[in-house]
């Protein structure tokens, strides 16, 4: 990977944090890429070594799509989520989700006024820009069915009326690896909702050293502005970005690689589950927006591999043999990829 490059989103680590300028900051006159860029800058004043799930929000960001974080507690999900709405300048909330939660606790619900003693609809915590479901595989299936309609149609519908959500919108749901009592497995459907899976992994040494120098100097993770973080870009940038997104070529021959990789995965007899149509348009749309972070209008090949596993790999599923016999959906995944033959 060119050290002019940011690290694609997917479960590698990152290094120790950039300094304060980063390398892959493109000088372009394009305001809103500029700006978007100057993000990860922002971001690396609070948070160390996770710059591969700042593409995946960025990424998901351009596509208008969501975002599946893993990873262990205590490797900064919240923050990161945090420091990034600081960043855009957009405005954040954050549920926890429990065993008890309740859909109307996520959407809203209807409510008497006391004043007037009439129905009136309570907006829920899913009205804002960037919002943080918090370990979401902890609510019964019930309460996670209703973040649904709002990932997929951008509103919500309560007491057959259809209220739109704020633009952008964008869901960065967390989930622990590690623990399974008490959980409820994200069904397939609801998987296939969210664009992106980015694993957040423990930090080396050397980052794990530069979070632990910051502490000792005062970083204050409930507080994101004190630790310098500001707005560079805001909601007009992110929507200019996803109209731009949309103009970025893709040649004929880089589609049938799309599809051929797709099907490639149908064909793994490992798995039980492929990637759906749905799921080869995703990764078309992640690698159009890659492919204009980088500062391109046209997709190469290198973009739809550098997104295949963010975008693919929480859409399959191995057959039960398979999970016995120690394979892993992302070694099955890359073989998929190393026997699909790239167009020149």
């Keep these: 990977m060119s050290e002019t490059t940011p690290p694609p989103p997917y479960g590698a680590g990152a290094g120790s944090p950039p300094a304060a300028g980063l390398p892959w900051e493109k000088k372009s006159a394009d305001g809103p890429r500029e700006r978007l860029n100057a993000v990860r800058r922002e971001v690396a004043k609070a948070v160390?070594?996770?710059?591969?799930?700042?593409?995946?929000?960025?990424?998901?960001?351009?596509?208008?799509?969501?975002?599946?974080?893993?990873?262990?507690?205590?490797?900064?999900?919240?923050?990161?989520?945090?420091?990034?709405?600081?960043?855009?300048d957009v405005d954040t909330r954050r549920v926890q989700f429990t065993p008890d939660l309740m859909p109307g606790d996520i959407t809203g619900s209807m409510v008497i006024e006391s004043s007037a003693g009439e129905l009136v609809f309570r907006e829920g915590p899913v009205f804002t820009n960037l919002l943080l479901a918090d370990e979401i595989n902890r609510t019964p299936p019930k309460t996670q069915s209703a973040l649904l309609e709002a990932m997929e149609e951008g509103q919500v519908s309560v007491d057959g009326t259809s209220r739109q959500l704020p633009v952008p919108f964008l869901v960065a749901?967390?989930?622990?690896?590690?623990?399974?009592?008490?959980?409820?497995?994200?069904?397939?459907?609801?998987?296939?909702?969210?664009?992106?899976?980015?694993?957040?992994p423990v930090p080396d040494r050397s980052a794990e050293l530069e979070i632990l120098r910051?502490?000792?100097?005062?970083?204050?993770?409930?507080?994101?502005?004190?630790a310098g973080v500001t707005a560079v870009a805001g909601p007009a940038d992110i929507v200019a970005g996803q109209e731009a997104v949309r103009t970025v070529q893709v040649a004929d021959e880089v589609v049938g690689y799309v599809v051929d990789i797709a099907r490639a995965t149908r064909e793994a007899p490992s798995l039980e589950?492929?990637?759906?149509?749905?799921?080869?348009?995703?990764?078309?749309?992640?690698?159009?927006?890659?492919?204009?972070?980088?500062?391109r209008d046209y997709v190469t090949p290198d973009d739809v591999k550098a997104l295949a596993h963010a975008?693919?790999?929480?859409?399959?599923?191995?057959r039960p043999e398979a999970e016995l016999e120690g394979v892993q959906v992302g070694q099955v995944l890359g073989s998929a990829l190393a026997s699909v033959p790239v167009p020149r």
């Design 48 to 88: 160390v070594g996770q710059d591969a799930a700042v593409s995946g929000l960025l990424v998901a960001l351009l596509c208008g799509g969501h975002v599946l974080m893993e990873g262990v507690p205590g490797v900064a999900k919240t923050l990161l989520v945090r420091t990034l709405a600081g960043a855009l």
């Design 173 to 200: 749901a967390t989930q622990n690896p590690v623990e399974y009592e008490g959980t409820y497995p994200l069904p397939e459907a609801q998987l296939d909702r969210f664009l992106v899976k980015v694993v957040l």
């Design 214 to 226: 910051r502490h000792a100097s005062g970083f204050d993770p409930r507080d994101v502005a004190g």
């Design 273 to 295: 589950l492929g990637v759906s149509p749905r799921g080869a348009t995703a990764l078309l749309r992640t690698a159009r927006a890659w492919a204009w972070l980088q500062g």
């Design 311 to 318: 975008t693919l790999a929480h859409r399959l599923s191995l």
